[in-house]
């Protein structure tokens, strides 16, 4: 039978109190980060990605809570000498966030895949690539792809929830709006389109 001092001994041990957070804390602040850059990396953001982020940031900031909470219950002040290891969680959650604000994810891949998307509306306008053919432009899983006026616009895949959201290029203006369609200009001859219903 475990003794009521020796499992509070082991709890204490694993939150690593005396010491602070871990590397183990600090690889997980990390890969949340990894992660939220993922989920908000496509207009629109992966709905169900983005969802799981939230929770998973939200995780990691209560752990944190509660291991900086009983470490000042406790009074171990030795804890709080090594400031760097209890600020590692909290500058890496205001840095996501500014990144995912700031529209970086979606900005980078847009430019790693600006060649490709470039290259395939010129082709689906021109009538040598078929819409139904495609599959992939750059970085992008995508669905729906489609001639319009001036243009041609399509989806990418597993974004929104209820309107998905792609690219529309209509170097001549904002593309005709179908239905509920919103367009937002992004760069150059390219727009973010949300699919209403």
């Known amino acids: ?31 949340a980060l990894a992660y939220a850059v993922y989920a908000f990396s496509v207009p629109g953001s992966y709905f169900f990605a983005g969802m799981l982020a939230f ?20 009074r171990r002040t030795t ?13 890496v959650a205001v840095l996501a966030f500014t ?6 994810p979606l900005r980078v891949r847009f430019e790693l895949s600006h060649g490709a998307m470039d290259s395939t509306a ?19 899983d995508v669905t729906t792809v489609e001639r319009i006026r001036g243009g041609m616009r399509f989806l990418v895949a597993d974004t929104g929830f209820l309107d998905p959201a792609g690219f529309a290029y209509s170097p001549n203006g904002t593309p005709e709006v179908i239905g509920e369609d ?10 973010i389109w949300e699919e209403s219903w």
């Not at 929770?55 to 406790?74: D, F, S, T």
């Not at 992004?186 to 727009?191: F, K, R, V």
């Open 1 to 31: 039978m475990v003794s009521r001092d020796a499992a509070e001994g082991a709890v204490l041990r694993e939150l690593r109190l005396p010491r602070g957070p871990s590397w183990i804390s600090h690889a997980f602040a990390a890969l």
């Open 55 to 74: 929770w998973v940031w939200a995780i990691v900031c209560a752990v944190w809570l509660i291991r900086l909470l009983v470490a000042a219950v406790l």
């Open 182 to 191: 919103y367009y937002a200009h992004y760069a150059g001859p390219w727009y």
């Open 122 to 140: 010129r082709a689906v306008i021109a009538g040598t690539k078929a819409p139904r053919t495609v599959r992939r432009i750059g970085f992008w």
């Open 99 to 104: 990144i995912v604000q700031t529209g970086a």
């Open 79 to 91: 804890t709080f000498r090594r400031v760097g290891h209890w600020l590692v969680t909290p500058v």
